[in-house]
């Protein structure tokens, strides 16, 4: 179990309360011997000047009319040992300290012990209970006033509601000074996930404000950079197009004994431009599209059945794709629809294409984790382990593997989808055939 806060924050407020807990134990052990163990040892000196000037008038102490004056001007009294015991002798409590020092200060032995009175007794005095060396056989009490005014509770509850004052403005201080990193972090996030939040207030330390305005610097540039990407790869793409279409027709023109060169073009320009499409789906930002709440399942059901529609058109003696679904109930989560159809349909084409002809579609709830979890698995050859990250990469090809095609950003793209939903994607092989591509999205909205 980690003892210490990871965050800057809880570092800061238990520094905050370690340094208050050493002042109040120092506190504390201050006013213990500056100031309650002076009054204590001050008593201790008038029991002992008290047992000496007793000691003294050793003669007078059997006489009763002394003993009775003595008791009635200062509540002092004289008790044999079986006298104190039917006085509460033994619920006296014994302290060794004072005994000590009353001990040195007579230079005989001597005990002390002090009685307290009972809750329903009021106006009663504590007693001190003395028995010296000089007079074994008897104990001398002592009424002291004032010493239930030495209890140390006020002192004990000013030291802790001042703990707690300060533990709670140090909180309120730290909370204060973490709040624009709290907010600094959450928009980092966002851009990280493709996302572009508004400028973040400039608040806090100087030092904070100075890389908050770096960061909305950092953030608009980033902002511009991805838009003019867009707006240069849209513009190349169509740029493209223009001479293809030129090409097909003047294909289309071909005479008839020229067939297949006819055939080659068109398909090669049909391939061109599926990767082209693929480069505006790569630029696009999908964060123009509203989110709404939805069923994944709904969406999985709608692309299995157009691709078992379609595959009845298939050529004759072209073997037939089959999805297997094992899909199980899950909650409606905010989504951007046609974002996350692009996504599964990735994964399926994927599968298809790179692994067999009969793939497997499984969903289901985690609900400790609170996110929608899909898994399409293939019965392909797989992927190497080292080449299973990189397949997110731009342009990158598991072409050892899995045979080669495509331009390599379908996966890319479906990564960026995921991760601006606040999910993630990730391939594994299974642990007999086959490929997993798996993503998870959350339950609940950004």
């Known amino acids: 179990m980690r003892l210490l806060p990871k965050s800057a924050f809880g570092q ?13 134990v120092v506190s504390y052990l201050s006013v213990t011997l500056y100031f309650i163990r002076p009054s204590y040892e001050q008593i201790n000196s008038l029991i002992a000047t008290q047992a000496a000037t007793l000691k003294v008038q050793r003669d007078w102490i059997d006489d009763p009319n002394f003993s009775d004056a003595l008791t009635t001007s200062t509540g002092i009294a004289f008790f044999s040992q ?7 002798l033994n619920q006296a409590t014994f302290y060794k300290f004072m005994s000590d020092q009353v001990s040195q200060q007579l230079g005989e032995k001597a005990e002390v012990r002090i009685s307290a009175p009972l809750l329903t007794e009021q106006d009663t005095p504590y007693y001190v209970w003395l028995n010296i060396e000089t007079l074994p056989d008897m104990w001398i009490r002592m009424p002291v006033y004032g010493l239930s005014d030495a209890n140390i509770f006020p002192l004990t509850l000013y030291l802790l509601l001042i703990g707690i004052l300060s533990v709670g403005g140090g909180w309120l201080f730290v909370l204060r000074l973490n709040r624009p990193l709290s907010a600094l972090q959450r928009a980092a996030i966002k851009v990280g996930r493709g996302q572009f939040p508004p400028p973040l207030a400039e608040e806090g330390s100087s030092e904070m404000i100075q890389v908050t305005r770096a960061f909305n610097r950092m953030n608009q540039g980033i902002k511009q950079l991805e838009h003019d990407r867009m707006v240069m790869t849209a513009g190349i793409s169509h740029d493209l197009r223009t001479p293809l279409t030129r090409i097909r027709l003047a294909t289309e023109m071909l005479p008839d004994d020229q067939e297949w060169i006819k055939e080659g073009i068109v398909s090669d320009i049909e ?13 696009r930002q999908e964060q123009q599209e509203k989110q709404e709440n939805l069923n994944l399942n709904a969406l999985i059901n709608e692309l299995v059945h ?14 037939a794709r089959h999805i297997h ?4 109930p899950l909650p409606p989560i905010p989504l951007r629809k046609v974002a996350v159809k692009r996504v ?11 692994g067999s002809n009969k793939i497997e579609i499984t969903s289901y709830f985690d609900e400790k984790q609170h996110r929608v979890v899909c898994a399409v698995r293939d019965f392909g050859q797989g992927i190497p382990e080292d080449n299973l ?15 080669s095609g495509g331009s390599g950003l379908g996966l890319a793209i479906t990564k960026r989808i995921i991760e601006m939903h606040g999910g993630q994607v990730s391939l594994r092989n299974h642990p007999h055939v086959g490929l997993i591509a798996e993503f998870w999205l959350p339950s609940e909205g950004l």
């Open 12 to 24: 800061t407020v238990m520094l905050i309360g370690v340094l208050l807990l050493i002042n109040q």
């Open 82 to 88: 079986e006298a104190a015991q039917k006085n509460e």
């Open 271 to 283: 391939d061109m431009n599926a990767i082209i499409d693929q480069f505006i789906e790569y630029a």
């Open 306 to 319: 157009n691709r078992q529609s379609n595959a009845s058109s298939q050529a004759d003696g072209q073997e």
């Open 325 to 328: 679904t094992e899909l199980n």
């Open 344 to 354: 599964i349909e990735n994964l399926i084409e994927n599968a298809f294409r790179y």
């Open 389 to 403: 990250e990189a397949m997110f990469r731009p342009f990158s090809q598991g072409d050892t593997a899995r045979g």
